[in-house]
């Protein structure tokens, strides 16, 4: 927090007394492609092959001239592999309860997102307040976000992230409360009061959006986590993914995913079918085939980080691009998105872990190394 | 506020009149055990169909923290909380809507009554009653709409009338009490006053503060969990995630030491008077309020909610109830007799606080009033011949009640200061409920061994309800109609013995909370179905009695067939009403439909008090309840949801019963007895029972309760009580409940007067 902040001032203060100039401003439905993304002032197109031919100037692409092949314990629907006949082998998500109510939590990010997620416009406080009230309805994704704890990291036995002190002990684990929460509500409440004319406040959305996706990635390993004393968090682990779209679609998350890595959406699909695929085989009220679920679980994650590791690097190559308050948006998000990779890649190369978490960390944006960023991404993600 | 003003009217009077009062002694007491009725209704019907009565002698020894807790050792009634300060009663497997509500005659259930448990019958105080009746089994023909799995009646004290005194006499009486698991002290002043030989008063006001309750523990999960599950899930491993334990902050590690539930603490204050004046003839014209006040009372399963921040809560933060009416009672002559005419109005008053402040910023509140005029008139003829040693008579009346609802919403974000109304509340501002109906009773003796009993009832209720379309609600403009009979036949076989075959019908018109209400219920988010029919029972009874020289002794057993069910069906979020975020965000999304399918519930009750030598006395209970009905949509066919075509009814209390033993030393006044409650396993769970946090996973785990007791009362002059629950520390959890039980504790209580 100390650090996002101080780096916000000096980027706030930059910008005052540069006095740029802002963007014309869009309407939020113009500005909004067929898929849902604004495209920026830099002219990019939202798919992952113009990010990184285009603009990036670095080796052509997450997955260009890689032999990417699933594991041989992956499980893919109808595929002759050591996966025993499941519920998902005809290649649809089946519920298991009726409804899904994180469903309803995907569909108010991506109100939020028509409302305020677009570098190139400085929503109103209206705007921000009309957001506030989506965020915060009952059940909604305000309830969520708050509660969400990251299993990719350990906590000690017993770590409750609900209880008074806790996130602030853990702040990864607990990153709900400790880090997301903090950084929606602060920018809609800075958004709707406008209190600091000197930042724009396409600034503050930059952050929810940042925050939000945060949240919505790591939500899905959480979900199949829980999943084995609650069956239906198996269906909160598809649908904080893909917003319940059907087979290989997806809004929210999804969408931001399949537009710049089409692959890893795919095989994030199946690690969805795979972790089904468990719960169905595994289908007592508290599951047994632990095993079974690790491998679906980490087939899952393993694809989804690697779709969001694509999506940051995509926001990296339109930050470097961009230009004036757009360039601004930009590295707010990333700045509150990017640590999302952190654990992963610090697991896999703690090299390249310290070289990407560096570069994030600098509170100028103007000194960020964008290709050596773009580099530990794609050292680390190479395969789904 | 015009209940407010009228409470204000009738208490000023009374006090008014107690300015003129003198001192003198009220030696009316009941016995232990012993059924002390005092108008024909109750009586007679207690005579022919299963029931049963705690009086105030009960109420002072076994010392209840609440009127819905004093019906705890009742065959046949089990008690749930979704908080401490919340309590409601299931009788024979039906509670909230389904069994109706009356004090002193007057119906307490109104237009707003929430499907499945609701805290209304503990807005009863219970210093201020002096019985408590419990009707099992449809009692629609009597009590009209919601009366399906029974009713409970609470009559209050009522002042002595001295026919020998003269002047004023006055005779204040003062009690306090003090528990020690949820540290509650409370007391209560009361004052009562012949004046002249025909004119009686009482007043009185209480308060209670009640702090967090201490349980006797962690009521575990029923079904076996494993350890490797991680570290994230523990907490709702180790326990269910309802209730939270205020220790859980120091010892995350160690569950052994969460006792203290978080969520539980609450105020109450309470005033009444009453005002009884006998009339030439036979007749009483009585004036009364009573009046019931509670505050910061957090909803237990949502404070905090599961998995949500500890800080979080929903807590009532007003709940009042005023109830006022005039009565007129007694002999009337001719063939009407047994007289009771009531005018009554009643406002209850509820504003909830869902409290996120300090983890969102953020806080919703929602306003609730519903006012309630109401006439009540039950009579009965004389006994006319019917051969050389029969009769028959029959008994009569009407009764009629309006309710005026007002509704609001707000949410507030607290950091920026800006306060939003909802459009619509939980419910629609300016909706209005009629009920009214007329009953017919006969009852006929044509020989000593054999009486018959059959009564009808024709009932019409309507409900309007404006239409709001921001929130896309549909206007209601209903109106409804049913007609209900009952028959039973009494045989007594021997001067012991006698046996009873009832068929009684019950009904429950869809109230202003099943036709527009928009709730998140425990299970999920309900809302409303404008379209609904009444449902409908048929209860088939058989009973026996037993009158011994030292025991006593009943049995029954029972089938209900649930018609027409007004149940939760299981919804898809594209069917949530439009503008209505909260319903498509819900974990599940439910809608009240009629189910298609009867439901059954079978079950029934035994309990008997033997007299022992010595002063002792051991009075024992035993009930069960078994209900299935079709599923409303859950499927068989995928996933893990073991369910099929017709599925078990929800939060049906398991075989449960209770023990007592008492000793009662006569010419000393002093008592000590035993007591014990338990209750098996309940396994049986209906679908929305498995997404509800208040159930542990796989069911709610049986438990066996013990007390002692002990006191000492003088004349009717003073009186100690002292209980020592919970003796050997257990967890527990009543089935459906939020809250654990309290562990071992002692509660205190001691009243003097004169």
Request: charged letters at 25%.
């Amino acid at each position: 927090m100390v650090r996002w902040t101080a780096a916000t001032l000096t980027l706030a203060a930059a910008l005052a007394i540069g006095g740029c100039e802002s963007d014309d401003p869009v309407p939020t439905d113009s500005g909004l492609t067929d898929g849902g993304m604004p495209p920026d002032d830099g002219g990019l197109d939202a798919g992952h092959d113009a990010g990184g031919d285009d603009a990036g100037g670095d080796d052509g692409g997450v997955d260009a001239g890689v032999e990417c092949m699933p594991l041989a314990t992956d499980y893919s629907p109808g595929a002759d592999d050591m996966w025993p006949p499941c519920i998902s082998d005809d290649g649809a998500y089946h519920n298991v309860e009726p409804t899904i109510s994180t469903i309803a939590r995907v569909m108010s990010f991506e109100e939020i997102a028509t409302l305020l997620f677009d570098p190139n416009r400085d929503p109103t406080p209206e705007q921000f307040t009309m957001a506030r009230m989506i965020y915060q309805v009952a059940e909604g994704l305000d309830s969520r976000v708050v509660r969400r704890y990251d299993p990719h990291y350990t906590a000690p036995e017993g770590t409750d992230c609900t209880a008074v002190g806790v996130p602030a002990m853990y702040p990864d684990y607990c990153i709900g409360p400790s880090t997301l929460q903090p950084v929606v509500l602060d920018a809609l409440a800075a958004g709707a009061t406008a209190s600091d004319p000197t930042t724009p406040s396409r600034v503050h959305a930059a952050r929810i959006e940042g925050a939000l996706l945060y949240f919505l990635a790591v939500s899905p390993y959480k979900e199949s986590l829980t999943c084995t004393t609650t069956a239906k968090d198996c269906d909160s682990s598809y649908a904080y993914y893909t917003g319940g779209e059907a087979a290989r679609g997806g809004i929210g998350l999804a969408r931001y995913v399949r537009e710049v890595d089409p692959a890893a959406h795919d095989r994030a699909w199946d690690g969805i079918l795979a972790v089904r695929c468990w719960r169905d085989l595994d289908d007592a009220t508290v599951a047994t085939m632990l095993e079974m679920r690790e491998r679906a679980r980490q087939q899952y994650d393993r694809a989804l980080m690697d779709g969001v590791a694509a999506v940051i690097r995509d926001r990296l190559l339109r930050f470097d691009a961009a230009t004036g308050d757009a360039k601004t948006y930009w590295w707010e998000m990333l700045r509150v998105f990017g640590p999302v990779l952190d654990v992963v890649m610090e697991a896999r190369a703690p090299d390249r872990a310290a070289i990407y978490a560096a570069e994030l960390a600098r509170t100028d944006p103007a000194t960020v190394d964008v290709a050596a960023a773009i580099a530990a991404i794609d050292a680390v993600f190479d395969c789904p | 506020m015009l209940a407010c003003r009228a409470a204000r009217a009738v208490a000023a009077i009374a006090f008014a009149q107690l300015i003129f009062s003198s001192l003198a002694v009220d030696s009316a007491h009941a016995q232990y055990g012993a059924t002390a009725r005092v108008r024909g209704d109750a009586a007679d019907e207690a005579e022919s169909a299963s029931s049963s009565t705690v009086t105030r002698s009960q109420l002072e020894e076994r010392l209840p923290r609440s009127t819905p807790d004093a019906l705890r050792w009742e065959a046949g009634v089990y008690v749930q909380q979704t908080a401490h300060a919340q309590a409601s009663p299931f009788v024979r497997g039906m509670t909230g809507q389904q069994v109706v509500h009356l004090f002193d005659g007057v119906r307490m259930n109104n237009g707003l009554y929430r499907l499945g448990p609701n805290q209304y019958f503990f807005t009863v105080d219970s210093q201020s009653v002096q019985r408590l009746e419990v009707e099992r089994g449809s009692a629609s023909v009597r009590w009209g709409s919601d009366a399906l799995g029974g009713a409970i009646l609470a009559y209050p004290i009522e002042p002595f009338l001295d026919a020998s005194a003269e002047g004023i006499e006055l005779h204040p009486r003062v009690f306090g009490r003090f528990g020690t698991a949820d540290l509650e002290r409370g007391g209560r002043l009361q004052l009562e006053a012949s004046i002249g030989p025909d004119t009686g008063v009482l007043v009185g006001a209480g308060h209670r503060v009640v702090d967090d309750l201490e349980s006797g523990g962690v009521v575990p999960h029923f079904a076996e969990l494993p350890d490797d599950t991680g570290g994230a899930l523990r907490r709702g491993l180790v326990a269910p995630w309802v209730p939270r334990f205020a220790e859980e902050a120091e010892h995350p590690d160690d569950p052994d030491a969460w006792r203290t539930q978080l969520g539980t603490g609450f105020r109450e204050g309470t005033f009444d008077g009453r005002i009884v004046r006998r009339l030439p003839g036979g007749l009483r014209v009585i004036g009364a309020v009573y009046g019931y006040r509670q505050y910061d009372a957090p909803r237990t399963d949502q404070c905090p909610p599961p998995e949500a921040p500890i800080v979080d809560c929903l807590r009532i933060d007003e709940q009042f109830r005023t109830l006022s009416y005039v009565a007129l009672r007694g002999e009337g002559g001719g063939d009407v007799r047994d007289v009771d005419l009531i005018l009554s109005y009643q406002r209850h008053h509820e504003r909830r606080v869902r409290d996120r402040r300090e983890s969102s910023r953020t806080e919703d509140v929602w306003r609730d009033d519903v006012d309630t005029f109401g006439i009540a008139f039950r009579a009965s003829t004389r006994d006319f011949d019917l051969g050389e040693r029969g009769y028959w008579k029959v008994r009569y009346g009407m009764d009629a009640y309006s309710d005026q609802v007002s509704s609001s919403a707000f949410q507030e974000f607290t950091d920026v200061g800006l306060v939003f109304e909802q459009s619509r509340g939980q419910y629609l501002d300016g909706s209005s409920y009629i009920s009214t109906g007329l009953f017919g009773e006969i009852e006929a003796r044509p020989l000593d061994w054999l009486t018959t009993r059959g009564g009808v009832r024709a009932s019409v209720v309507g409900a309007r309800a404006p239409a709001d379309p921001e929130s896309a609600t549909r206007a209601v403009n209903r109106e409804l109609g049913a007609a209900v009979g009952r028959a039973g036949v009494a045989i007594r076989a021997t001067d012991e013995l006698e046996l009873f075959l009832n068929v009684d019908q019950g009904f429950r018109a869809p109230n202003l909370d099943d036709l527009t209400s928009r709730q998140q219920a425990g299970p999920g988010f309900q809302f409303e179905n404008p379209d609904l029919r009444p449902e409908r029972t048929n209860t088939f009874e058989l009973g026996a009695k037993t009158a011994l020289e030292w025991i006593v002794f009943e049995a029954w057993a029972f089938a209900t067939m649930l018609e027409d069910g007004i149940v939760r069906a299981v919804r898809e979020a594209e069917d949530c009403p439009r503008e209505t975020p909260a319903c498509s965000a819900s974990w599940s999304q439910y809608q009240l439909v009629n189910a298609d399918q009867t439901s059954w519930i079978l079950g029934g009750e035994l309990w008997g008090t033997a007299y022992l030598p010595a002063d002792f006395a051991v009075r024992a209970t035993i009930a069960y309840a078994w209900g299935e009905g079709p599923n409303t949509g859950f499927r068989e066919t995928e996933g893990t949801s073991p369910f099929g075509e017709r599925v078990p009814l929800s939060r049906m209390p398991p075989l449960n019963g209770t023990v007592e033993v008492r000793w009662r030393h006569v010419a000393t006044g002093v008592y000590a007895a035993a007591g014990a409650r338990w209750a098996l396993d309940q396994t049986r769970l209906a679908p929305s029972d498995l997404s509800d946090p208040r159930i542990p996973i796989g069911g709610t785990p049986g438990y066996g309760v013990f007390d002692l007791r002990v006191g000492w009362r003088h004349r009717d002059v003073a009186r100690v009580s002292l209980l020592f629950e919970n003796v050997f520390d257990a967890a527990y959890r009543v089935h459906g409940s939020s809250v654990n039980g309290p562990g071992r504790g002692l509660v205190l209580a001691a009243s003097l007067g004169f």
